[in-house]
């Protein structure tokens, strides 16, 4: 089992910076990739960015120049750099990792909140 912990959320006036990070524990091995999703209100989570254990990175087009996501394989954390937020970047942010053995395990944390007021 891998235990994944956000941290970094709150409240933001549009075009400020946040900075969401998120740290794995337990079983952490054979980890592939990671990366964050958001949920807002009455929407469907959907995928924000992932940065793969080689370091490719892969952005949503509505996050593209304004998110970068990085990763530490040696401290098992990942982290979103949020620049330029706007109002529509409200949501509930989740963390997550993909474990690679026999089979392929994804996690997810439990999430934090961002809101971005206008």
């Known amino acids: 089992q891998v235990q994944l912990v956000e941290s970094g959320g709150g409240l933001v006036q549009a075009g400020g910076s946040l900075r969401l990070s998120c740290a794995a524990s337990g079983s952490i091995f054979s980890i592939d990739a990671m990366g964050w999703y958001r949920q807002a209100p009455g929407k469907q989570r959907e995928l924000v960015a992932t940065?793969?254990?080689?370091?490719?990175?892969s952005y949503a087009d509505s996050v593209k120049g304004r998110f970068t996501i990085s990763r530490d394989n040696a401290k098992n954390t990942v982290n979103l750099q949020m620049n330029s937020l706007k109002p529509e970047d409200t949501a509930v942010y989740y963390c997550?990792?993909?474990?690679?053995?026999?089979?392929?395990?994804?996690?997810w944390g439990q999430g934090t909140q961002v809101t971005v007021s206008s």
């Open positions: 940065i793969t254990s080689g370091g490719t990175t």
């Open positions: 997550t990792c993909t474990q690679v053995t026999i089979a392929r395990y994804v996690y």
